[in-house]
Structures are given as structure tokens and as C-alpha cells.
């Protein structure tokens, strides 16, 4: 794994990961609604950093005919995400992938309708993440969407405090909702995990406003942020049909 993504932290958010992302739930109905594909049409779409799939599953459930790759590079993720996926067959691919490397965008399928990726892509340098989008455009098929849910940098010492009091209120919220305790939070704050509070130089994530623009200059339209809250957006492009 990388130095910002160790195993240890796999294992961590593979239990906790539903809490200690910022209602999953809202997240999870935009990138969905956002796929551009009918619900019984045939596409693929590939989910960048998987974890333990809980996102492909539930594309294979929305679109009936939506083949998924999901890929990640933890062998505890894969192993979670195999077993989630098995129900949906050939539907359903599950691959090891190293993010910093592009190795694994060639032998995709010719056309991809859909790239989403959740929560993962702030591993990446900014200028290997511009040259992600880059790659990830030439992929697409026309119609096509990279649509992603990231954690953002602040513009600001004000926006830094605001995001860093929301996450963790939203994760003590979460805690007790879905667990009637704040063990959950207090693993979260004991851990480190508000990167907003503890900066982790294995964590690159870029502003807003300068991830829209890198959309729009590697040829995306339509780019937009969907969705924000506590300090992480939904955000993406569409590639144009001729
Ligand atoms: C915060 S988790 C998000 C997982 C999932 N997308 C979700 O929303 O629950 C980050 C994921 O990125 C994967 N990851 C981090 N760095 C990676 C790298 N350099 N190469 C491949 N996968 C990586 C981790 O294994 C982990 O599954």
C-alpha cells in the first residue's frame, strides 16, 4: 500500500467507514443518480478504489445491466469486496490495482460508461490526479462520467476549522445513530482520522475549484460540484457526444 494507506487503516474503515464518512447515504443517492445510463442498459462502469465494494453493489443493484470492475490495492479490502460481489457473477469483477501506476487503465474494456471512485483519490498527488483525469477522459465513451466523492483542501483557515467541527460532528452524530455509542467517534478522534485536525502529509487532497477547472481543462463538461458536506464534496464531469 502506500505510505498514506497501510492495511492497518483497511481493516479500520472496511468496520467503520460507514460512520466515519459523512452521510454515506447522500453520497451515495448522487453518484447514482448521476450515472448517466438507463437502468436496464448494458454499460461498464469502473469503481477506482473500492474498498470493500460497497458502492459497486450498489450500482449492480440499481443498473440490471451494469457490469462492474471494482479495484483497490488492499488485499483485506479485496477480500471483503470479492465476497460482497460473488452474488452478482460475471457482473461483477473484482481486481488489484496500484493507483499511483496507470497500468491498470489499459487493459479496461473499449468503452466505459462510468468511472466513480469514493473517497480515495486524494492519495494521489495533484499532478498525477490531473493527469488521472486526463486518462480517465480518453476512456470514457462519449455520454460517458467520472463522477467522484473526495475529501477537499480548505481555501481557507475559517473553511479548514468549519470542516474539522463538522466532520466531527457528523461523526459523533453517525456513532451514536448507528451504534448507540460514541466508541466509533472516539476511535475516529483517538486515531486521528479528521485530516482537517491532523494533517497527514500521505494525504494530497486538492481544493474545489481547482479540481473543477482540471476537469474542464482535460475536456470534461458539464463539471460541477453535486454535493458537499463537512468537508467532502461530490463532484465530476461528463465527456461530451459528439
Ligand atoms: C477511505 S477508503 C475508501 C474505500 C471505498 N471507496 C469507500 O468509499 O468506502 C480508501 C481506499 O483506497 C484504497 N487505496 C488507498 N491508496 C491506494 C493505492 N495507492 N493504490 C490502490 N488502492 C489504494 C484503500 O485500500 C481503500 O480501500
Redesign the pocket.
Known sequence: ??E??QES??KV??DL??I??PN?DE?ESTLLRLIPARADERFWCV?????????SQRVLQRFNGAQVIA????S??LARARERLAPYGQRATVR?????SDAWIAPLPGGVRCFL????LH??DPEARWTLFRNLYRRLEPGGALLM?DLIAPSSETERDYAAEFWDAEVKRQSTEMTGSLLAFDRFDGDQWNWYRHPDPGDRPSRLLDQLKWLEEVGFVGVSAFWLRAGHAVFGGFKAKP
Do not use: C, P, Q
Open positions: 500500500m502506500s498514506a494507506w487503516d483497511s474503515f472496511a467507514g460507514r466515519y464518512t454515506r453520497i469503481d477506482v478504489g473500492a474498498g470493500e465494494g460497497w458502492l479495484l483497490d490495492g488492499s483485506a479490502m488489484e490495482f496500484r493507483l499511483e471512485s469514493s473517497i480515495v492519495h494521489l466523492a
